[in-house]
């Protein structure tokens, strides 16, 4: 954790003179955030029950004048605060960018000059969402949620040390008490999903074409397979509503109890003297935001935790120098590229564990395995963009860093990163040297040509939010892009789950002649492609 804060004090220096604004604003931000909302009501119902308690007028102006001053802080501070730091935080981003974009334009080593622009571009742009995610959501949540609750915890402490001890006590336990059933429900949700999971994909194999389905013999077998997993996935479906109601029920119980403990403890201490019921009551508000600290740090921390190895890569990036780019620059043929029992962890989780693979020249290679298993999070180790916490990389037998793995690399991610711009600036990012012929051969590969030329031809302009073209032409796009690209390695994730199946059966094909001259990776959840692939690695 220690190391991980250290690359956030590193990374801060791209708020520039910005950064003392930014502090300011998200700090007061959360200050007002949690003041001028449920704290301030917690104040508010104190002072008018004691009104009410002790005839007072002077409470009753104590009050309104707290919610006066909330509602100033509200509707003119907070907006002006979070503007500042939202300000900060994309002035930031800008500088970021032209820095990162700067540096891969001025590479002056002419073997990675025409190669790295394009790659770089795409797998950064989402590294650089991550560090504004970071600023903006991470940080923010927080070091609200240390601010919400540290103040509802010494204003508990301030109006009877015993009560607010007590009251902190009872909190963090049902807190605690929480999340034993959360995980539990999470443990039975996961698994209705894997059911779930399991049975779409006997659906969508079945609707796309499983060539057992043509075979009267297996028809018979395939419906009552299908009917095994409906009854199986409506089983633990039912397991799962009933113990999410009996968590719902457990939750209610525990809440009612809290309260009337603290009830019984605050009317006794109200019957000595100690406290007023104003005080009572708003201990018992003022417990919820003390509960929020216990509920979301941990969340909140795992959240930060999982978005800095993107600023680990934009550093990376940063530092990288001509002279550690000749020096490891790769210029021999590739024919082989080895994961040597790699292992990787995400701070609440472990995803790889001791993962060998081999990937050779000349090879159509499929990863497959269920939705969180880590099949994404390999490809970008193999793009060296992660760094396992163990194992090796080889690339013909020998170890590489991130600027040199990069640049033999053409990556296809599951989420298609297109720009708005004409369709041949989006295709010639990763060889703008490229010839018309080439770039019409490689859509025509793909099946790309005939509804590029429907739209417009290929100085067609893609809109801002890329609505002007659908999911399957995206992809299609992206496929040729890599098929233009002419890297000795292409990585596909999920390249073809919104094309149709019979366009898709053309790609594989192009694909299998292909991959003579290169290392195809292609992670699919469509099971019946794995007869096309010459190696199989399941998660």
């Not at 019946?528 to 190696?535: I, K, N, P, R, T």
Request: charged share 20%; proline share 1%.
């Amino acid at each position: 954790m220690i190391k991980d804060f250290a690359t956030i004090k590193n990374c801060i220096r791209f708020l520039g003179e910005k950064k003392r604004s930014y502090f300011i604003g998200m700090v007061l931000a959360n200050l007002i955030g949690s003041l001028c909302y449920n704290i301030s009501l917690s104040f508010i119902m104190r002072y008018m029950i004691e009104a009410v308690e002790y005839q007072s007028v002077g409470e009753v102006h104590k009050a309104l004048f707290i919610a006066i001053a909330s509602l100033c802080g509200a509707v003119i501070v907070e907006p002006l605060a979070t503007k500042a730091k939202k300000d900060a935080v994309y002035s930031m981003l800008f500088s970021l960018r032209e820095e990162l974009m700067t540096k891969i334009f001025d590479s002056k080593t002419e073997e990675f000059e025409a190669f790295t622009k394009g790659e770089l571009q795409s797998v950064l742009i989402d590294e650089t969402n991550n560090i504004r995610d970071i600023f903006l959501f991470d940080i923010p949540n927080l070091v609200f949620a240390i601010l919400h609750g540290g103040i509802a915890i010494t204003i508990m402490l301030y109006y009877n040390v015993a009560l607010g001890a007590i009251a902190i006590f009872l909190g963090l336990a049902r807190v605690l008490a929480g999340k034993m059933i959360n995980k539990k429900v999470s443990g039975v949700s996961e698994k209705t999903q894997s059911y779930k999971e399991d049975l779409l994909q006997t659906i969508i194999e079945l609707v796309e074409g499983n060539p057992l389905l043509y075979d009267s013999n297996l028809q018979k077998w395939l419906v009552n397979l299908l009917e095994k997993k409906v009854q199986s996935y409506s089983l633990e479906k039912a397991n799962r509503d009933s113990i999410c109601g009996a968590a719902d029920a457990i939750d209610v119980f525990l809440e009612k109890i809290n309260y009337l403990l603290i009830l019984i403890i605050g009317f006794w201490l109200f019957n000595s003297g100690a406290v007023s019921l104003g005080i009572i009551v708003a201990v018992i508000s003022l417990q919820g935001n003390a509960s929020f600290l216990f509920q979301n740090y941990h969340s909140f921390s795992l959240g930060l935790a999982n978005h800095i190895p993107a600023m680990q890569n934009i550093l990376i990036v940063l530092e990288m120098t001509k002279e550690s780019r000749e020096r490891f620059s790769i210029s021999d043929e590739i024919n082989s590229y080895d994961l040597e029992d790699v292992s990787f962890s995400y701070p609440d989780k472990k995803i790889l564990d001791n993962i060998s693979l081999h990937f050779s020249k000349g090879t159509f290679n499929i990863i497959s395995g269920d939705s969180g298993r880590g099949k994404t999070t390999l490809l970008k180790i193999i793009m060296a963009l992660y760094k396992p916490q163990k194992g090796n990389r080889f690339i013909n037998g020998k170890e590489y860093g991130f600027d040199s793995i990069i640049n033999i690399i053409a990556y296809m991610s599951q989420n298609t990163v297109l720009f708005s711009t004409s369709i041949r600036n989006n295709l010639l990012i990763y060889n703008p040297d490229a010839t018309e012929e080439e770039m019409v051969a490689a859509c025509k590969s793909v099946k790309a040509h005939d509804f590029i030329m429907g739209l417009g031809g290929y100085d067609y302009v893609i809109a801002d939010d890329l609505d002007n073209i659908s999911g399957g032409q995206k992809q299609r796009i992206a496929l040729a892009r890599i098929i233009l690209s002419n890297k000795p390695i292409w990585i596909i994730d999920e390249g073809t789950a919104n094309i149709d199946t019979s366009t898709e059966k053309e790609v594989i094909e192009y694909l299998q002649e292909e991959k003579k001259n290169r290392i195809i990776i292609m992670v699919t959840h469509h099971s019946y492609l794995e007869g096309q692939a010459d190696c199989i690695y399941r998660l």
